[in-house]
């Protein structure tokens, strides 16, 4: 089975911190992604990358950036943390014409 | 990027049968239609996908009508597990990518 793997299921960060969120998928997937998804608002997306070092803006990309230097790792980072980033944040890995793989999710808590 | 309508809310009992209907009226003739499902604090899990006409594999059935401006996905025999949102996405294509938009999904609920 494909497995996404993201690096914590809670972090809580102080306003102005520089938070990274890691995402590791081990089935050599060509494109990642990164969804927040916040209640009423659904699943919403970020940014997207479909090859090392490549990198596309989703629909909400602004206050966040992203870092793809191996193929089987995509990184979110929030330069300087915000109270509305607070979000649960879930990473996606896929091929064309398969379906999407989630990882568990991590919950940032921006205090 | 095709937008999908679906219902915000359905009950149903264990044992029944459930069917959700997605629209998506200006599907590509590229796109396909996948089905997930989303517990709570968990990331969503594919379900099912199709293209045209029927697929049934080994948790549903998907139902896509001829001008495919609408699906069906039908859930046999319910069980309380069953209890999620379930979102439907009709793929979009960007140069050699594929990317999903989420709508807000069908939160099911199955009493006992």
């Known amino acids: 089975d494909v497995k996404v793997t993201q690096s914590s299921r809670y972090l809580v960060k102080r306003t102005g911190e520089k938070v990274f969120l890691e995402c590791v998928q081990d089935m050599d997937h060509e494109n990642m992604f990164w969804y927040r998804q916040d209640p009423g608002l659904g699943l919403r997306l970020i940014y997207f990358?479909?090859?090392?070092?490549?990198?596309e803006k989703g629909d909400i990309p602004e206050g966040y950036s992203v870092s793809r230097e191996k193929k089987e790792r995509f990184s979110l980072i929030l330069e300087s943390a915000s109270t509305n980033q607070t979000s649960m944040y879930l990473c996606?890995?896929?091929?064309?014409?398969?379906?999407?793989?989630f990882g568990s999710g991590t919950r940032l808590t921006v205090v | 990027l095709a937008k999908t309508t679906q219902p915000i809310s359905m009950d149903s009992y264990e044992g029944q049968e459930v069917n959700i209907t997605c629209s998506h009226n200006?599907?590509?003739?590229?796109?396909?239609i996948t089905w997930y499902q989303q517990f709570p604090s968990q990331g969503p899990r594919f379900i099912i996908q199709?293209?045209?006409t029927k697929v049934t594999n080994e948790v549903a059935s998907l139902f896509i009508p001829a001008d495919r401006k609408s699906s069906t996905l039908s859930l046999p025999r319910v069980s309380l597990s069953d209890t999620a949102v379930y979102y439907c996405?009709?793929?979009?294509?960007?140069?050699?990518?594929?990317?999903?938009?989420f709508g807000t999904g069908t939160r099911l609920q199955v009493f006992p």
């Open positions: 996405l009709v793929g979009g294509r960007s140069y050699n990518t594929d990317k999903l938009i």
């Open positions: 996606a890995s896929s091929e064309i014409n398969y379906g999407y793989t």
């Open positions: 199709g293209y045209k």
């Open positions: 200006n599907i590509a003739t590229n796109d396909y």
């Open positions: 990358s479909y090859d090392v070092k490549m990198k």
